[in-house]
């Protein structure tokens, strides 16, 4: 039987290895220096034209009631308890008058190359034992600001598909990390420490992006004359798209079904 456990202590230690592997790709509270963290692949990424550029506007809807938040368990840690002095409650359903907060709204398919980012360098904070924003959108190769505004531990677990995995430690407030996604899609935020923070950060290759905030609105410029397929996600409903053609300097209004209680 001996011969047979060798091999199983192997597997454990390298599972042990690959573990410290990631820390260490990481970086640490100032590095972000893995291959994971290189800028997006090269290429000629073209430049969003905001004054010629389209705009695509909308409100994304709720019809009916809602699901409802529940009250989180967050006993097991003094600070979050503390700021939180009638508790706290799960972000899910951001969902007001029957406007949907917290949703992305992308261009899918119908561009052609890759495109610069628009606006500046992303920031996700932990603050208040919340990723804040919950959800947020960036560009493939932008600098994303990871950093802490908590004075307790948090640990910053990105749980990608195409890009790599990292897990930080940012142990107390002021501390910061930045990181660079390569590929383009939505990746989940945990922390390992805290079990009901997270946030989800969309990585697109192109400017085109928006999150929408408590009046359900999204908006979206410089969009290049062409024929669209936009897509619109959240963390718990169903992935819903419209096609979308719009010419030099248009604005057009775009309207997705409205979610509806399952
Ligand atoms: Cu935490």
């Known amino acids: 039987m001996l011969r047979f456990a060798t091999p199983a202590v192997l597997a454990v230690v390298s599972i042990l290895c690959a573990g410290c592997g990631d820390s260490k790709k990481g970086g640490g509270p100032t590095g972000g220096t893995g291959k994971d963290s290189e800028p997006a ?37 003094d600070f979050c308890r503390k700021q939180h002095g009638e508790g706290m409650k799960s972000e899910y359903y951001l969902v007001k008058d029957g406007k949907v907060a917290n949703c992305l709204v992308y261009i899918k398919d119908g561009l052609q190359g890759r495109y610069e980012a628009i606006a500046g360098n992303p920031e996700l904070d932990q603050k208040g034992c919340r990723y804040d924003p919950h959800v947020l959108g960036m560009v493939a190769g932008q600098a994303l600001l990871i ?7 948090h640990n910053v677990h990105a749980i990608p ?19 660079a996604f390569r590929s383009a899609e939505i990746v989940p935020f945990k922390c390992d420490i805290h079990n009901w923070m997270s946030a989800w950060v969309g990585v697109f290759n192109h400017p085109f992006f928006a999150v929408t905030g408590e009046d359900g609105a999204f ?22 798209r419209v096609e979308v053609e719009v010419k030099e300097k ?13």
């Open 250 to 262: 248009e604005t057009k209004s775009v309207e997705f079904p409205a979610y509806k209680a399952e």
């Open 41 to 77: 692949p090269a290429g000629p990424a073209k430049k969003a034209d905001l004054e010629n550029g389209a705009i695509v506007k909308g409100v994304i809807r709720f019809e009916g009631t809602p699901p409802q938040d529940k009250a989180l368990q967050i006993d097991g840690d």
């Open 147 to 153: 950093k802490s505004s908590d004075a307790t531990g």
């Open 161 to 179: 598909k195409k890009n790599d995995e990292f897990n930080i430690m940012l142990t107390k407030a002021g501390d910061q990390i930045t990181h």
């Open 219 to 240: 908006e979206i410029r410089g969009i290049p004359p062409g024929k669209y397929t936009l897509e619109v996600w959240h963390e718990k409903f169903r992935v819903q």
